[in-house]
């Protein structure tokens, strides 16, 4: 079975610093897939970055980027230059692949981020 | 519309109403994705859709019966609720299986029953 574990429930950092959350994971399958999600208090889930397993580099996606550390089977998010509008909820989630047509999603607990001025 | 759309986006229910969640996706994925979302839990993965057929129910009580009469539709019907099922309730879609398609998430539906 499929396990992600976030161990910070809140973070707080100050506008324009970088911020890393915690994700650690736990599978047996030799192919997965490793995402970030961000939840607003609206609600929605909103897709941030993707982490193949096989990938050899680091994802990046604008001022987010997944520092993916196989062997420790960590996947954590680095927020650089945070703005106010990143305060929200953060979920890590693992895929594997499921039926060949659809994907099956493992999330953890979440972090919540608040940026202070 | 675009994106993954549900209504209503709030939804408060005695426990003998019966009631549905609408999710619309404008996105031409095929599979599409119930969850669950409960206070201080990790999302709960409660049904998914292939090409309309269902192809994981994931040991959700009956009182929790879905729908999907096309890869853009997908209803959730609820009937005889308990207090703990309030929660927001998440649609999702993607584009094909494999693990690297990421999922695309509707607003949710927050449902409380009283």
């Known amino acids: 079975a499929q396990k992600i574990t976030q161990t910070q429930p809140g973070m707080f950092v100050q506008e324009k610093e970088a911020v890393t959350l915690d994700c650690t994971y736990d599978?047996?399958?030799?192919?997965?897939?490793l995402f970030w999600y961000k939840q607003p208090s609206s609600g929605e889930m909103i897709f941030l970055i993707y982490?193949?397993?096989?990938?050899?580099q680091n994802a990046t996606e604008g001022r987010y980027s997944l520092n993916f550390q196989k062997a420790r089977k960590s996947a954590n998010l680095v927020i650089s230059a945070s703005q106010l509008g990143d305060s929200a909820m953060y979920f890590c989630?693992?895929?594997?692949?499921?039926?060949?047509?659809?994907?099956?999603?493992?999330f953890g607990t979440g972090t919540r981020l608040q940026v202070t001025l | 519309e675009t994106g993954v759309t549900q209504t209503p986006r709030h939804l408060v229910m005695g426990m003998t109403n019966k009631k549905s969640l609408k999710c619309e996706q404008h996105?031409?994925?095929?599979?599409m994705y119930w969850y669950k979302q409960s206070a201080k839990k990790p999302l709960e993965l409660m049904f998914v859709?292939?090409?309309?057929?269902?192809?994981e129910n994931n040991s959700v009580p009956s009182r929790f019966s879905p729908e999907c009469p096309n890869s853009s539709h997908l209803f959730l019907h609820l009937h005889t609720l308990q207090p703990e099922d309030s929660a927001l309730y998440l649609c999702?879609?993607?584009?094909?299986?494999?693990?690297?398609?990421?999922?695309?998430f509707g607003p949710g539906t927050r449902l409380t029953v009283t």
């Open positions: 996105l031409g994925h095929n599979a």
């Open positions: 599978t047996s399958d030799p192919s997965y897939g």
């Open positions: 989630a693992m895929s594997q692949e499921f039926t060949g047509t659809a994907s099956k999603l493992t």
């Open positions: 859709y292939n090409f309309k057929e269902q192809t």
């Open positions: 999702a879609s993607s584009l094909r299986g494999g693990s690297s398609y990421e999922q695309y």
């Open positions: 982490q193949g397993s096989y990938d050899q």
